[in-house]
């Protein structure tokens, strides 16, 4: 499907806005000038809102282009129907206007490897995951907050409020550190997120708790390239090994 082109994109919100197509594309031929900028700016829009959902595009401020150069009433192109089908066009043949960039996928997918292999160490035989895939990938779960209605999102944040700091030093990691140290301090931001959604779940009926926890665990998967399904994983077989300062408590008590 086209749209799974779009993990193609970096998970950072921060560098999706950089993030440009370098190679060139067939002319709109609309009534603006419409540049490689603005084709990139609609699959950052198409990968942030989902595919069709023109009003969020355009009311981002951050895609600023977007609401400037789609016109809503009279003959001028492009309307929302011209820009549908520019995407599309976008989307299909994405793989093939970016130029690949093994240095920053590398770095992705070892900071990915380093924060799951610390929580994977176990006597448990390791699962072959070339063999097995996930039957939901982060693309996916992004395009699931895409559609998301504002009070979703709202409340989301309003829960997440007291780690929010946590969760832009999830999204930020400290690079003056050894891989050591930050994989330390990774599993303990996890630890403190998690313990949130937890205590936001006290109280609540067996739907709320299934249907927030699934949402909040979304909603943190934004801040890192990490899927939401995995990082409940990480979460769980973190809780079951003391952090580091923890064992340390315990020696001392010994």
Not at 82 to 111: D, F, G, M, W
Request: aromatic residues 8%; hydrophobic residues 25%.
């Amino acid at each position: 499907e086209m749209l799974n082109n779009l993990d193609i994109l970096p998970g950072s919100s921060r560098e999706r806005l950089s993030w440009r197509i370098d190679k060139k594309t067939k002319p709109a031929g609309w009534d603006v000038e419409w540049t490689g900028d603005d084709d990139s700016l609609l699959i950052v829009g198409v990968y942030e809102h989902g595919l069709g959902n023109w009003d969020k595009i355009m009311a981002n401020t951050k895609l600023q282009s977007m609401a400037e150069k789609i016109f809503r009433e009279g003959d001028q192109k492009p309307k929302v129907e011209h820009v549908q089908t520019r995407a599309e066009y976008l989307l299909k043949n994405l793989p093939k206007l970016v130029s690949k960039s093994p240095t920053k996928s590398s770095r992705k997918k070892q900071k990915k490897s380093d924060i799951k292999s610390y929580f994977e160490k176990s006597d448990e035989p390791q699962v072959d995951t070339k063999k097995k895939k996930s039957k939901r990938s982060k693309r996916s779960e992004s395009t699931e907050i895409s559609e998301w209605n504002d009070e979703i999102f709202t409340k989301c944040k309003e829960i997440m409020r007291p780690v929010r700091k946590t969760l832009r030093k999830l999204e930020n990691p400290r690079e003056d550190t050894d891989k050591e140290e930050q994989i330390r301090q990774q599993k303990n931001y996890l630890l403190e997120i998690g313990r949130q959604i937890e205590k936001s779940c006290e109280g609540k009926g067996d739907e709320w708790v299934k249907e927030w926890t699934e949402n909040l665990w979304v909603f943190v998967s934004q801040f890192t390239p990490i899927g939401a399904n995995q990082l409940k994983k990480l979460y769980n077989r973190a809780l079951k090994k003391p952090s580091g300062e923890d064992s340390q408590r315990k020696k001392r008590k010994r």
